[in-house]
């Protein structure tokens, strides 16, 4: 029971993303080849309410759910991983219609070949579990 108020929110925003339609795999192609802005507007939008969170949260010191203190430290910046890695996620994006959380919605939704895509995503975590220590951080 103590974990229902986030299925209700989990639910929510499923069917928000279902009837926006991104998670459809037209929206998503739409997309990649540049010829909608839909995908961009939500994405951009998701961005800009992102920037106005985090500066929500460092201006008014909010806590945690566990009461503990935010941490917004700065990272050190390696453009290289973030490129290969945002090379990696989009071509699987392209490749199967769907990056993570809406693999999740269409399965739900009856899209039952996404079994294959959250198993190979699950595999793919895996490899990355074992492989951490080796890959350059």
């Known amino acids: 029971m103590k974990y229902l108020k ?3 929110v989990g639910t929510f925003f499923g069917i928000v993303l279902s009837k926006s339609e991104v998670i459809s795999w037209y ?3 739409e997309m990649f080849h540049f010829k909608s802005f839909h995908m961009y507007g ?3 939008s998701a961005v800009v309410l992102g920037i106005i969170s985090v500066q929500i949260i460092k201006r008014q010191k ?3 759910i ?3 203190e935010m941490d917004f430290t700065p990272k050190r ?3 290289y991983r973030y490129l290969i890695g945002g090379i990696i996620f989009g071509m699987g994006w392209a490749l199967t219609g769907a990056c993570p959380g809406p693999m999740f919605i269409l399965l739900g939704k009856g899209v ?3 079994i294959v895509v959250l198993i190979s995503g699950i595999l793919g975590t895996l490899a990355y579990g ?3 220590d080796k890959l350059p951080h």
């Open 42 to 44: 939500v994405i951009g």
């Open 130 to 132: 074992m492989l951490r």
């Open 27 to 29: 929206r998503i192609y």
């Open 62 to 64: 909010l806590k945690t």
């Open 112 to 114: 039952t070949v996404m």
């Open 66 to 68: 566990d009461g503990g």
């Open 77 to 79: 910046l390696s453009y």
């Open 6 to 8: 986030f299925l209700i």
